[in-house]
């Protein structure tokens, strides 16, 4: 044997030199070993918390959510409970002061013309409610009529001057179409005027009391044609421009400030769908106006 | 017959309402929001307030709390489309003396009205808890107030001061250099009679200070007393 050369000393040395090796080895095993087994506990607990974590994150997004839109409904409850009670008091109280008191002629004509606005309102929000309740599922509707597009857009600002008592030049209206353009969609013309009308009611509401809207009807390429309707009212948050179109949602601003429901932008957006078209909103920002565009396709030429 | 502020947003009803109203005799003026109504209340006296709830900016139920922590104890009657238990029960907690949900019948809003009049014309036609002193103006310290013109001059600025601030002065003054307690104003001066929170006292007074204190900061002429109320000194040392 080699080592058999080597005095016993030396032997001794090597042999405990070998041993505190093979102890470190064996230490160093041990104790990678072991701590791989606590490194894996430790993933494994990371895991678990991370697990726990996120669930009790997502658990308070949802719970979040859900209390929101609790409010939101809420509010929309207060909000129809106002406007179908509103002009059915009014309408109560002038009847029965027409009942009870002795009115003069001019009197009586003035508020027989209150009471007619109020029907209109009542059966404005009840036609709100009823066409929010329809949904927004895209389905396109290639059936309906022909609608001409900036006649139907004309008609509407024409109304809503008459019932926001609007002053001449308050709603400015633009047909940019060329001559040899498609004027006419295919739809539903009670669903269309609908959706124009809520776009304009917004940008005369939202301007209170310094009502500037401008309409306009153009066509772009591939055959859309466009109502575009921009006022200089409270604008919109860059952050709230895509939410505005859901259903109850109101910025927060506007909610102390202006009545609704919540409801007329969701259902632009569901006729716009319906319709094969789309709207979308621009603003930039808080005090700076809105800017909202209607697309719809062109009806096909017959 | 009385004045009545009708603080309603929809023009339709308060045109309505003032129709009726005035029809009645009464005198009648119309605001549409919260902060309207509470600057009139507090620039002049009406005998009634017909308060709506949802209005833009600061709503029904805030306004009366306001008007109520400011010690206006005018009677409200909220009128509402918010006829829920919950929301008759925060109206009267912000301080409605009544409530009536909308649609309402007009003969029932008449009768209330009539009825809150009443209750506040025997509570004014009540002998004042606290009579003026000697005359009815009083001099300290440079300063004069009158209590007829309701009206403070200091340093030659002449305030005028509500209709509340001069009988909680008179009240004040009348008993001067003795401690009076804030159970003892609330019962004597607004004539309430409940465990009413207190804090209105305090504002008040606070305001009186600006009046007939060089230094609002620093009273001397009203001064608190820890744990009991206020004191009135004329001359202090």
Excluded at chain 1, 230 to 249: N, Q, S, T, V
Excluded at chain 2, 92 to 103: H, I, N, Q, S, V
Aim: positive net charge; hydrophobic residues 45%; proline residues 4%.
């Amino acid at each position: 044997m080699v080592l058999s050369g080597y005095p016993r000393s030396t032997l001794l040395i090597v042999a405990a030199g070998v041993v505190v090796v093979l102890a470190a080895v064996a230490m160093n095993v041990t104790w990678l070993v072991l701590h791989w087994r606590t490194g894996l506990l430790v993933i494994l607990g990371l895991i678990f918390t991370a697990l726990i974590i996120s669930g009790v994150v997502l658990n308070t997004l949802f719970l979040a959510r859900e209390i929101r839109r609790n409010e939101h409904q809420n509010a929309f409850l207060n909000a129809v409970t106002h406007e179908l009670k509103t002009p059915l008091a009014s309408i109560r109280l002038y009847l029965e002061t027409l009942q009870t008191r002795t009115v003069d002629e001019a009197r009586r004509r003035e508020f027989q013309d209150i009471m007619i606005a109020d029907c209109d309102r009542l059966l404005h929000t009840i036609d709100q409610v009823l066409r929010a309740g329809q949904g927004s599922a895209a389905r396109p509707r290639l059936k309906g009529v022909r609608v001409n597009l900036p006649e139907m857009v004309a008609d509407c600002l024409k109304l809503a001057q008459t019932r926001h008592h609007l002053p001449e030049g308050a709603l400015v209206f633009a047909n940019r179409l060329p001559e040899d353009a498609a004027r006419t969609v295919l739809g539903d013309a009670d669903e269309l005027r609908s959706a124009i009308g809520n776009l304009i009611d917004n940008a005369i509401k939202y301007s209170q009391p310094r009502v500037e809207v401008y309409v306009e009807v153009d066509a772009v390429e591939d055959d859309d044609l466009v109502v575009r309707v921009k006022d200089r009212g409270i604008g919109i948050p860059k952050a709230e421009l895509k939410r505005i179109f859901k259903r109850f949602y109101r910025i927060q601003e506007a909610v102390t400030r202006f009545k609704g429901m919540g409801l007329g932008l969701f259902i632009v957006n569901s006729v716009a769908r319906r319709h094969g078209g789309r709207v979308y909103a621009e603003s930039e920002g808080r005090g700076q106006g809105s800017t909202f565009t209607l697309l719809l396709p062109a009806a096909p030429p017959r | 017959m009385g004045r009545i502020l009708i603080v309603e947003d929809e023009s339709h009803l308060a045109e309505g309402l003032r129709f009726n109203l005035e029809a009645e005799g009464h005198e009648v003026k119309v605001v549409e929001t919260g902060e309207q109504a509470i600057e009139e209340v507090r620039r002049d006296g009406f005998h009634l307030m017909l308060l709506d709830v949802m209005l833009p900016g600061i709503d029904g139920f805030r306004a009366a709390a306001q008007l109520r922590s400011e010690g206006r104890f005018l009677p409200i009657l909220m009128l509402t489309a918010r006829g829920r238990p919950e929301d008759v029960l925060q109206g009267f907690e912000a301080g409605a003396d009544d409530y009536l949900p909308k649609p309402f019948e007009l003969k029932i809003l008449l009768a209330r009205v009539r009825s809150l009049l009443r209750r506040s014309q025997w509570q004014q036609a009540r002998p004042p808890a606290a009579g003026p002193p000697a005359g009815s103006r009083f001099e300290f310290a440079g300063k004069t107030i009158d209590f007829d013109r309701l009206e403070i001059t200091a340093g030659g600025k002449t305030m005028r001061l509500t209709t509340m601030e001069a009988n909680l002065l008179r009240y004040l003054v009348a008993r001067e250099g003795k401690v009076v307690s804030r159970k003892m104003i609330l019962d004597d001066v607004w004539d309430v009679h409940e465990d009413t929170d207190t804090r209105a006292i305090d504002n008040f007074i606070a305001r009186l200070r600006k009046y007939v204190e060089d230094e609002p900061s620093q009273p001397k002429h009203l001064q608190t007393v820890r744990g009991t109320g206020y004191r009135f000194v004329a001359n202090p040392k």
